[in-house]
């Protein structure tokens, strides 16, 4: 009987171990993937300002064709809102 307790006592400690093991490695796993997201953080182009990608838009049109019109809007009667 007395062996058996033993042996049970080490398989409870490989088992320990080999759990902090397994923490260990996911641990360091997700260390790595932290890492790689910074680094292509790092890595990927920086987005334009809104004042650079207007500029970049090509000159089209006549200025007229974007003018608002009158009737853009419809008009509101406000002697008759509630």
Same mark, same amino acid.
């Given at each position: 009987?007395?062996?058996?307790?033993?042996?049970?006592?080490?398989?409870?400690k490989?088992?320990? &171990?080999?759990?902090?093991?397994? *923490?260990?490695? =996911? /641990?360091?796993? $997700?260390?790595?993937?932290?890492?790689?997201?910074?680094?292509?953080?790092?890595?990927?182009?920086?987005?334009?300002?809104?004042?650079?990608? &207007?500029?970049?838009?090509?000159? *089209?049109?006549? =200025? /007229?064709?974007? $003018?608002?019109s009158?009737?853009?809007a419809?008009?509101?009667?406000?002697?008759?809102?509630?």
């Open positions: 009987m007395r062996n058996s307790k033993s042996n049970s006592g080490t398989t409870g490989k088992n320990s &171990l080999a759990r902090r093991k397994r *923490v260990l490695a =996911d /641990s360091s796993i $997700a260390q790595q993937d932290h890492t790689n997201a910074a680094r292509t953080e790092v890595a990927s182009p920086r987005r334009m300002p809104l004042a650079e990608v &207007l500029l970049s838009m090509p000159d *089209v049109g006549m =200025d /007229s064709d974007f $003018a608002r009158s009737d853009f419809p008009r509101i009667d406000r002697q008759n809102c509630g």
